[in-house]
T-cell receptor, first 115, second 113 residues
Framework: AQSVTQPDIHITVSEGASLELRCNYS??????LFWYVQSPGQGLQLLLK??????LVQGIKGFEAEFKRSQSSFNLRKPSVHWSDAAEYFC?????????????FGRGTQLTVWP | DSGVTQTPKHLITATGQRVTLRCSPR?????VYWYQQSLDQGLQFLIQ???????AKGNILERFSAQQFPDLHSELNLSSLELGDSALYFC????????????FGAGSRLTVL
């Protein structure tokens, strides 16, 4: 069965520091991979996605993520965090076929940014 | 504004009651998805519709039902509500051939007292 693990429930970083949020997935084939961000009282906004091709993908707001098949990972990175990046981040895996569009989400990582 | 509209934003009701949540997808999107976000379960897929037809069903309780209308808006009906149904309910939509790229609405927060 498909599953997504985000090992870090809460991460605190200082503004300007680099960031890496971890995501591991379990799926038998090559999945579609996503990172979403949720600010308080807001819906989920897509940061970036991986379907195929280059394993390093660029997203909005200066985020990037790298797909590593051997490690079943899709970690999110940002070289310099801004205070406005404080939010909850969700990794998700999508499967194709008749269930196109169904996403399996991790439990999320809450990011706190110190000024 | 994501283009996916959900109403109401907040809803408080009592156990045993029935509520209806409404979702209007982005213009041109044919698929609508419903997700439930709770502290216990995280984000759980409930159900997907494509152009009026049910496409996939997830962890949706029998007390819950949904439909997608000819104008493509969707409604999620929750009945015989229990305290544990308190959650944030998200609707999302995707374009034809959109390959899992979901756009989410802001959600409807349901509180059952």
């Amino acid at each position: 069965a498909q599953s997504v693990t985000q090992p870090d429930i809460h991460i605190t970083v200082s503004e300007g520091a680099s960031l890496e949020l971890r995501c591991n997935y379990s799926y038998g084939a090559t999945p579609y991979l996503f990172w979403y961000v949720q600010s308080p009282g807001q819906g989920l906004q897509l940061l970036l996605k991986y379907f195929s091709g280059d394993t390093l993908v660029q997203g909005i707001k200066g985020f990037e993520a790298e797909f590593k098949r051997s490690q079943s990972s899709f970690n999110l990175r940002k070289p310099s965090v801004h205070w406005s990046d404080a939010a909850e981040y969700f990794c998700a895996v999508g499967v194709g076929g008749s269930t196109l569009g169904r996403l399996y989400f991790g439990r999320g990582t809450q990011l706190t940014v110190w000024p | 504004d994501s283009g996916v509209t959900q109403t109401p934003k907040h809803l408080i009701t009592a156990t045993g009651q029935r509520v209806t949540l409404r979702c209007s997808p982005r213009s041109g999107d044919l698929s609508v998805y419903w997700y439930q976000q709770s502290l216990d379960q995280g984000l759980q897929f409930l159900i997907q519709y494509y152009n009026g037809e049910e496409r996939a069903k997830g962890n949706i309780l029998e007390r819950f039902s949904a439909q997608q209308f000819p104008d493509l808006h969707s409604e999620l009906n929750l009945s015989s509500l229990e305290l544990g149904d308190s959650a944030l309910y998200f609707c999302a939509s995707s374009a034809p051939g959109g390959a899992n790229v979901l756009t989410f609405g802001a959600g409807s927060r349901l509180t059952v007292l």
